[in-house]
């Protein structure tokens, strides 16, 4: 037998037929035979030949006998009986002997087609590729070259712009990172209300049942969109657009406008949503005043914002000329109506009518007209009040715009929406149609406030914490100056001291314990109890949260009621401790009372009767008092070092929390806790160490004086200390570094875009942070470049990010995760370096608090000590409370790199900051407002010295003059005149 008889054969088994016509072909025609039918040899016995009738006798030797098993038989036996005899005649003699199997030459024959074929696997997902055959897999050119598989980089085509309705498309990244950009069909609802169909036909309707906007012709992705039109102007049959119904394959969703609350309501399955928010294919998002609703999946979105504005946006790529409804056909006609009837462009108004939606809270609608004829409107024309504002169609800041979009049509809407006080829609529709194309216009200061968001984001609530703050420090104030004034009086002096201590130190308990309440409380979050936690994307470890700080007031409110009923039982008057003992030792020069000034005192003939003191004669001797208190020249100084002091340290107190959020990376929550468990401890260890050294060691007034002074100094070394100890700028893309990783310090925004972001059309105001896997944070998942996003909620995680491309190490993945990464390993043990020096320096500083109170207290005449420590607390509080947060903020202000954005795309809060500015600006104020605190310690440690050693020299003419006297009485005169006297302390 030949060698063109057996590649015959093998041609019609391969190729499952049995026509007697196929030519004879080569091996090399059979090996290609069997590369493309894809079969494999196998020793199993062929159950075709059996059915196959031969004219060969089974006594004769045959190449392809009946009995013997055939190497080449089809992995899918034909079970159909061939009538065809065998191309091999029985007569033929064989080429093998008959006692050997005829496999010998199939065996060759499948040996040589294995070699024989060039083609590329891939066994893992079982794919294969003739050589020369190119295809694009992961973002790379491959071709099959010699059995390998030769991969190139994809380049990128260059963009064509589309031919677009309304000329509107959108760029955006594939998943290889190229730019596309493709179509959009754009309809627009606004004002009272205004139509723009997706081919840009503008028309009114005045319908006020609920209405399809669109639907699809076939259902192919199952999305329906209606609006229901209410009435909203008093006295006329104007309609405005107050909803929006979107039907998304099995979810119904909503956004609604709340008049009284000037927002709009978001719900999902009949569950109220609060953006953002993620679920079942549909993303919630907001801009304070917007709700947007995206479907990432067919790349459309839908919107509604609090002027009545409405617009919904299809990907022509899904959708063309597969919809119809208000807003007409994407890619094709206008006007449309139910039974499919295309009509004129100025029909449209009439065509809508057809359009009713099942509304069950409108049943009457089903009653609605339809199938309204064109033709000129039949309703007459009401005119309108003229407003102002739509002459601002005409304002310059509208000229650029005004090339491209007709501002004449717009204007004869804004005149028409006057009637429904809607004419800030007409505005803001007109406003955002520019910056599609291009043009950012800035309109709303030009409206005198009737279109401000800060208007609507406005409370009445700020008048309630006024007020209640206002009745707390009213019964706040009389505690320190009269409740010290009252234990100084009944107290022995020795004992002053510790007592004043253990008030200061309980006093400062009650912050160390409101510090922790507020950091408990910072964790929850402020709406508590209003909204579905669940929903809420950010953490309290994220910047933009904000904790239920309303529970502070309602817990801390109660305790202070309950605190107040004690005072109620206190007595007028205490026996002076120790008086029994002493009785007998007091001299001219004990002490004197602070009752026997202001409670009725007895005169020189030890009359009984009581003198009461009318408030026209306190009145009276007001000024002249405070005339005396401020020529007490210790006094003067005290009272400015105290308002120094309280200066810096209301400053560091309020922004510290901020400090260490900024600087090291810590939440507000945790920055809270640790003031409250480790500042404030050593301040009220201080407090008390303070008073018992005075105590302890019996100091005077210099001795208290040098305690107090020796504290200053050595908290201030500590502090300045401080400022040494740093970490480095958190890695922001755009902000502290490069994309490409490199240190680079930016305060202009305009650096947050970069090539691998740039066709994303991002905006540069939100912050919204992610962080990557390389460990650096994007500012928004959008300026990272993410494509698709999966997961809800917190668990979100973005994809794709061609930003993370940009310093990524091979292997390493393009995602990201919801919040700013966590600073470095070396800064937390920085951190605990800085915290103990604090909380030292902390202990130090209050160290002095208790001596420096008792300076003060010594340097008062008796019937001016009520009345200097409630000027002193007025001051203090007065100047020292209130302008530190106003200068401190100012100056840190200085120091943002990034700033948040209010519902009005205005400024918001301070995301980020450049940490080393932050630094040397807060702690060097600091730093320099205690440097003028020990000045004037110094200043005021000199003088309390100087009046010492003039009261030593008066105290030994004392004596002097009672040794001369022989009957052993004195008439001690300390003060040289009475204006000395008035002027200054016996100290």
């Known amino acids: 037998m030949s060698t063109t008889g057996v590649s015959s054969t093998t041609e019609n088994w391969s190729s499952k037929t049995s026509a007697l016509t196929t030519p004879p072909t080569s091996v090399l025609t059979t090996t290609e035979n069997w590369s493309s039918t894809k079969t494999s040899t196998t020793t199993t016995p062929s159950t075709t030949p059996s059915t196959t009738p031969s004219t060969t006798p089974s006594t004769t030797p045959s190449t392809t006998p009946s009995t013997t098993p055939s190497t080449t038989s089809s992995t899918t036996p034909s079970t159909t009986p061939s009538t065809t005899p065998s191309t091999t005649p029985s007569t033929t003699p064989s080429t093998t002997p008959s006692t050997t199997p005829s496999t010998t030459a199939s065996t060759a024959l499948l040996t040589m087609t294995t070699r024989h074929v060039c083609e590329c696997k891939d066994l893992k997902n079982k794919k294969s590729w003739r050589c020369g055959e190119t295809w694009i897999e992961n973002c790379h050119n491959n071709t099959c070259e010699d059995k390998k598989i030769v991969s190139t980089a994809l380049d990128c085509p260059q963009p064509t712009i589309p031919i677009c309705p309304r000329n509107k498309y959108t760029t955006w990244l594939d998943e290889c990172g190229c730019q596309r950009k493709e179509c959009d069909c754009l309809c627009e609802v606004y004002g009272d209300p205004h139509y723009i169909t997706f081919q840009g036909v503008p028309y009114s309707f005045q319908g006020s049942c609920t209405y399809v906007l669109v639907e699809e012709k076939l259902p192919r992705h199952h999305l329906t969109i209606a609006v229901d039109n209410v009435l909203c102007i008093p006295g006329f049959s104007g309609t405005c657009a107050k909803r929006i119904i979107l039907k998304y394959q099995n979810n119904t969703a909503t956004l609604n406008i709340i008049p009284s609350l000037n927002t709009v309501q978001a719900t999902l399955n009949d569950r109220p949503i609060k953006p953002p928010y993620e679920e079942q294919g549909l993303k919630f998002e907001t801009t304070g005043t917007t709700v947007t609703i995206y479907l990432p999946e067919i790349r459309s979105y839908v919107s509604l914002n609090r002027w009545w504005n409405m617009m919904i946006s299809l990907a022509m790529e899904y959708f063309n000329n597969n919809t119809q409804g208000q807003c007409g056909v994407c890619n094709g006609i206008s006007c449309i109506r139910r039974r499919g009837q295309a009509e004129d462009n100025n029909c449209c108004d009439k065509t809508a009518y057809d359009w009713v939606y099942p509304d069950p809270l409108k049943p009457a609608c089903a009653f609605a007209p339809r199938d309204v004829s064109c033709g000129p409107p039949t309703a007459p024309f009401i005119p309108c009040p003229e407003d102002p504002l739509c002459e601002l169609f005409d304002h310059p800041v509208f000229s650029e715009c005004r090339k491209v979009v007709d501002m004449g049509m717009k204007k004869k809407n804004c005149k028409f929406d006057a009637c429904a006080n809607a004419t800030c829609s007409s505005l803001a529709q007109a406003a955002e149609e520019c910056k599609k194309s291009g043009f950012c216009i800035e309109w709303r200061y030009l409206t005198n406030g009737r279109c401000a968001c800060e208007k609507a984001a406005g409370s009445s609530l700020w008048i309630y914490i006024f007020v209640g703050n206002m009745l707390r420090g009213i019964g706040e104030t009389p505690i320190m100056p009269l409740g010290v004034s009252y ?231 500590l502090l300045a200390v401080q400022i040494f100890l740093h970490c480095d700028n958190a890695e922001v893309g755009g902000l502290t570094v490069s994309y490409q990783g490199v240190p680079q310090v930016s305060y202009n925004q305009q650096t947050l875009l970069s090539q691998c972001n740039m066709g994303c059309s991002c905006s540069v105001k939100h912050w919204d942070p992610v962080c990557a896997y390389n460990g650096m944070t994007y500012a928004s998942p959008c300026l990272a470049g993410c494509q698709s996003s999966t997961g809800t909620g917190k668990e979100m995680v973005f994809h794709n990010c061609t930003c993370i491309e940009e310093m990524m190490t091979p292997g390493m993945n393009r995602s990201a995760v919801l919040g700013q990464c966590p600073r470095k390993s070396s800064c937390d043990s920085i951190f605990k370096v800085y915290m103990a020096l604090s909380a030292l320096g902390s202990f130090i500083s209050a160290c002095g608090g208790t001596p420096g109170y008792i300076v003060l207290l010594r340097s008062l005449q008796p019937d001016l000590k009520a009345l200097a420590l409630g000027m002193q607390t007025l001051i203090v509080r007065t100047l020292g409370g209130i302008p530190p947060p106003i200068y401190f903020g100012a100056l840190i202000d200085r120091t943002c790199l990034k700033w948040g954005s209010n519902q009005c795309g205005g400024r918001g809060a301070c995301r980020l900051y450049d940490a080393y500015a932050f630094r040397v600006t807060f702690l060097g104020l600091i730093i320099g407002i205690y440097f003028m605190t020990n000045v004037l310690w110094g200043v005021l440690y000199s003088k309390v010295v100087k009046r010492q050693k003039k009261l030593a020299l008066r105290n030994q003419a004392k004596e002097n003059a009672l040794e001369g006297n022989s009957n052993g009485h004195a008439n001690i005169n300390i003060g040289t005149s009475k204006d000395d006297a008035d002027k200054e302390s016996t100290i």
């Open 487 to 717: 234990l100084d009086d009944f107290s022995s002096e020795e004992n002053t001291p510790f007592y004043l201590a253990c008030i200061h130190t309980v006093g400062i308990l009650g912050p160390m314990f409101g510090f922790m309440l507020g950091s408990f409380l910072a964790k929850i979050y402020v709406d508590i109890g209003f909204v579905d936690l669940d929903s809420i994307t950010i953490n309290y470890k994220d910047s933009r949260w904000v904790g239920a700080w309303w529970l502070g007031f309602i817990a801390t409110g109660t305790l202070i009621l309950l605190s107040s009923i004690p005072f109620w039982f206190l007595p007028k008057s205490l026996p002076k401790q120790g008086q029994e003992e002493s009785q007998s030792k007091n001299t001219e020069l004990a002490t004197v009372a602070e009752q026997e000034n202001f409670l009725p005192e007895e005169n020189q003939d030890h009359e009984e009767k009581e003198k009461q003191v009318t408030f026209q004669e306190l009145a009276k001797d007001f000024i002249p008092s405070i005339r005396r208190l401020f020529r007490n020249s210790i006094y003067s100084l005290m009272i400015l070092t105290h308002l120094v002091l309280v200066n810096g340290f209301i400053g560091m107190i309020t922004f510290k929390p901020k400090f260490l959020e900024q600087i090291y990376g810590q939440s507000a929550s945790k920055a809270i806790f640790l003031i409250g468990i480790l500042n404030l401890p050593a301040v009220a260890l201080g407090i008390i160490t303070g008073g018992f050294i005075l105590k302890r060691f019996k100091l005077g007034v210099i001795g208290a004086a040098r305690v107090a002074i020796t504290a200053s100094i050595g908290s201030f070394c």
